[in-house]
């Protein structure tokens, strides 16, 4: 069984910085692409960040220039770093993990953790 497990979300200013962490199995982190999704009031879940096994990693136009996901893979734990946030970033942030096999794609969900951007 794999379990994904979110952490970091809360109450946050607009302008202000946020650091959500994923934490899962050894096995998953070092083969499957990890990512960030997010799901906000009304809006249909959509990707954020992503990151190969290797590091290279894959934005939404949303998130450049504001947003770092980052991995490490002996430690088991991907990480978005969030920053100018925007009332518009409030969401339920998901963590991802997804590998393609040559049938079939594999892949896993987190619970989710809160991120609200508001005064």
């Known amino acids: 069984q794999v379990q994904l497990v979110e952490s970091g979300g809360g109450l946050v200013q607009p302008g202000g910085s946020v650091r959500l962490s994923c934490v899962g199995p050894e096995s998953i982190f070092g083969h499957y692409e990890m990512g960030w999704y997010r799901q906000g009031p009304g809006n249909q879940r959509e990707l954020v960040a992503s990151?190969?096994?290797?590091?290279?990693?894959t934005y939404a136009d949303s998130a450049k220039g504001r947003f770092i996901i980052t991995r490490n893979n002996k430690e088991h734990t991907v990480w978005l770093q969030m920053n100018s946030l925007k009332p518009e970033d409030t969401a339920v942030y998901y963590c991802?993990?997804?590998?393609?096999?040559?049938?079939?794609?594999?892949?896993?969900w987190g619970q989710g953790t809160q991120v609200t951007v508001s005064l």
């Open positions: 991802h993990a997804e590998f393609y096999f040559s049938t079939q794609k594999d892949e896993y």
């Open positions: 990151i190969t096994s290797g590091g290279m990693t």
